[in-house]
């Protein structure tokens, strides 16, 4: 089993906030931990304190041959006023990271203390992209893939939340399993009722990353329009989201480059049935019109 330097720990997590779609902002030198990236996408900026060790087989003949851990070496986390503290795993065999709630780990945790995770879930989350892990004592750890990251550390609080409830966390390992059932409107009734906020903030995210997944992958994380791949590349709707025909289905889906997303949204280029690129000739006569008023001699 792979054990990682603190330096390709940072890279895991540098790879993973690309991949989730977003940029990074790291001024702090690869020997210094916790790491505090600043991550930003439009005009939304996170600012995260993370805690991260690689995860290893914790099993023995005391403990559950499918135990995995972290071996946690500091005495406690230090909160920042306007930082979001994320405490992580991190296993190199599947390539997922595992978080946990630092809600139940606040105060003081005695120098190398060990966080748990079942197997299954770390494995599980390679498929769907994430998996709970039932700790017990109303706690749950989480199994994430990168491409997943920025989701988990936008909604961290809620997702954990869900372990505070036998009967709700069956429903968040039901989506876990099978994501079909993010469109059951129904399903939100089984959530008790001081969670179904959260609930719902991991519904609309699920179904948000799935959207974006499938799409992506059917268009092998190319441009549409340009072919271009990098990170550059988002799923766009074709019916777009506010009007009432618009649905989460792969088929009413696009990848487009950033460039081509905003020129897709203001209509100044489309496609027809025929899959050919067509560009509005009114809104190019207009800039045409609009360079020529104000260009300069």
Same mark, same amino acid.
């Given at each position: 089993m792979a054990n990682l330097s603190k330096s390709e720990l940072l890279d895991r997590i540098i790879q993973a906030i690309n991949a989730s779609g977003w940029n990074i902002f790291y001024d702090q030198g690869l020997s210094s931990h916790p790491f505090k990236p600043r991550i930003y996408k439009d005009n939304q900026i996170r600012r995260l304190k993370i805690y991260i060790w690689n995860i290893s087989h914790g099993g023995g003949h =005391?403990?559950?041959?499918?135990?995995?851990?972290?071996?946690? =070496?500091?005495? !406690?986390?230090?909160?920042?006023?306007? $930082?979001? #503290?994320?405490?992580? *795993? $991190? $296993? +190199? &065999?599947?390539? /997922?990271?595992?978080?946990?709630?630092?809600?139940?780990?606040?105060?003081?945790? *005695? $120098?190398?203390?060990?966080?748990? #995770?079942? !197997? %299954?879930?770390?494995? =599980?989350?390679? #498929?769907? *992209?994430?998996?709970?892990?039932?700790k017990g004592n109303r706690e749950i750890a989480i199994a994430f893939r990168p491409d997943f990251f920025a989701e988990y550390a936008g909604h961290v609080s809620a997702f954990h939340s869900l372990g505070e409830s036998r009967s709700d966390l069956e429903v968040l390992e039901i989506i876990a399993s099978d994501q079909r059932?993010?469109?059951?409107? +129904?399903?939100?009734?089984?959530?008790?009722?001081?969670?179904?906020?959260?609930?719902?903030?991991?519904? !609309?995210?699920? @179904? &948000?990353?799935?959207?974006?997944?499938?799409?992506?992958?059917?268009?092998? @994380? !190319?441009?549409?329009?340009? &072919?271009?791949?990098?990170?550059?590349? %988002?799923?766009?709707?074709? /019916?777009?989201?506010?009007? +009432?025909?618009?649905?989460? %289905?792969?088929?009413? *889906?696009?990848?487009?480059?950033?460039?081509?997303? =905003?020129?897709? &949204?203001?209509?100044?280029?489309?496609?027809? %049935?025929?899959?050919?690129? /067509?560009?509005?000739?009114e809104k190019l006569e207009r800039l045409r019109n609009y360079l020529k008023t104000h260009e300069t001699v």
């Open positions: =005391k403990r559950p041959t499918d135990e995995y851990r972290i071996q946690v =070496k500091v005495p !406690r986390f230090e909160p920042e006023q306007g $930082w979001q #503290i994320l405490i992580l *795993g $991190w $296993w +190199e &065999d599947g390539q /997922v990271f595992a978080g946990f709630d630092y809600r139940k780990h606040s105060g003081d945790i *005695g $120098w190398s203390a060990s966080f748990q #995770i079942k !197997r %299954e879930a770390l494995e =599980k989350a390679t #498929i769907n *992209g994430f998996a709970p892990s039932d059932q993010l469109a059951n409107d +129904e399903i939100i009734q089984q959530v008790s009722h001081p969670r179904q906020t959260a609930f719902q903030t991991i519904r !609309r995210t699920l @179904r &948000d990353h799935s959207f974006k997944a499938r799409v992506l992958t059917a268009y092998s @994380r !190319r441009c549409a329009f340009c &072919d271009i791949q990098l990170n550059l590349i %988002e799923a766009a709707h074709i /019916v777009p989201v506010s009007h +009432e025909a618009s649905t989460d %289905e792969t088929r009413n *889906g696009i990848a487009l480059c950033a460039l081509h997303h =905003k020129a897709y &949204d203001s209509a100044l280029v489309t496609f027809n %049935e025929s899959y050919q690129t /067509v560009s509005s000739r």
